[in-house]
């Protein structure tokens, strides 16, 4: 795992140029108070700029181990958080505009998601929301490779669309709650 003293963050990229800030923002993630909203500090920075709009960059390898340290450290309610991050970037590793993990991120990298995998699993011992369910499921699905299936899970919402008509329809299965 990269040291948040090192360097090299300021040879690492972002969206926003060097990562030299990216540090300081899992530093703060450390001692953060459980997200509540979609623009909590230091959550939005971080989605921001280590995912932002589907892109992903060398900063984003360099930040997942220390995404899942904090993770273990945090209640289990907490976890769907850290690992829908972590799977997002995973899932958007594997587009064809990613860059390349760097060599010596690369071990750090890999044996985090074995500990996004199973931390998934432990969390799926509890109950859940549906929404928390899907973040488990697809981040599950994520880091054992199986990409396409685990952003169906984590980016469904219940509905459905026609690729011919546009028609929009209740999945299989939600077409029951329909009258509810």
């Not at 931390?119 to 699905?141: F, I, K, Q």
Request: proline share 7%.
């Amino acid at each position: 795992m990269l040291d948040l003293h090192s360097p090299r963050w300021k040879q690492l990229w972002h969206a926003y140029g060097s990562a030299e800030n990216t540090p300081g923002l899992l530093v703060q993630l450390k001692v953060a108070p459980p997200k509540k909203g979609y623009r909590d500090e230091p959550w939005f920075s971080l989605w921001s700029s280590l995912c932002h709009q589907g892109d992903v960059y060398t900063a984003s390898y360099a930040a997942v181990p220390h995404i899942f340290d904090t993770a273990t450290t945090r209640p289990v309610e907490e976890k769907p958080d850290f690992l829908l991050l972590a799977a997002c970037i995973e899932a958007q590793r594997h587009t064809k505009k990613a860059p390349k993990i760097p060599v010596d991120l690369e071990l750090a990298y890999k044996e985090s998601l074995q500990l996004g995998d199973a931390m998934a699993l432990v969390c799926l011992g509890r109950d859940w929301s549906e929404d928390d369910y899907r973040v488990l499921l697809g981040s599950l699905t994520i880091f054992r490779g199986k990409i396409p299936l685990g952003n169906m899970l984590l980016n469904f919402d219940g509905d459905c669309q026609c690729p011919k008509c546009d028609a929009v329809f209740p999945a299989l299965g939600y077409d029951i709650m329909k009258d509810k």
